[in-house]
């Protein structure tokens, strides 16, 4: 049977790892988050703000909330319990998925002109 205490573990874990994917992400790949084509400010003087890093950790929990939120309803609508470590798993292939493709993104961004 599902119960709230699932869904709030399941909040608070999520929440956590996709603000803990955009940290790791700003540090690991410095200047990515500045590129043209991944700049979430509207102002390009903001993109260091922590007011952008965390609207991008919203965008990533809503993401990872569609997928989290079928299983949910999938389970109510079949009947049959969700196993505790599904939406996890979900989440954290979601969140590896994100970083990996972070990743290659700013392998193959041009090498700075000195």
């Not at 043209?36 to 903001?46: C, E, F, T, Y």
């Not at 990533?60 to 798993?89: C, D, E, G, H, N």
Request: glycine share 4%.
């Amino acid at each position: 049977m599902l119960t709230r205490y699932a869904i709030l573990k399941d909040l608070g874990i999520s929440s956590a790892l996709c603000l803990a994917e955009r940290v790791a992400e700003r540090l690991l790949f410095p200047g990515l988050h500045r590129t043209a084509g991944r700049i979430a400010a509207a102002d390009p003087a903001r993109a260091d703000d922590v007011a952008t890093l965390i609207s991008e950790a919203i965008a990533l929990f809503a993401l990872v909330w569609l997928f989290i939120a079928s299983l949910y309803a999938i389970s109510r609508l079949t009947r049959r319990p969700l196993q505790p470590y599904a939406t996890t798993l979900v989440m954290g292939a979601i969140l590896a998925i994100t970083f990996v493709g972070s990743l290659a993104q700013w392998a193959t961004l041009p090498a700075p002109t000195p």
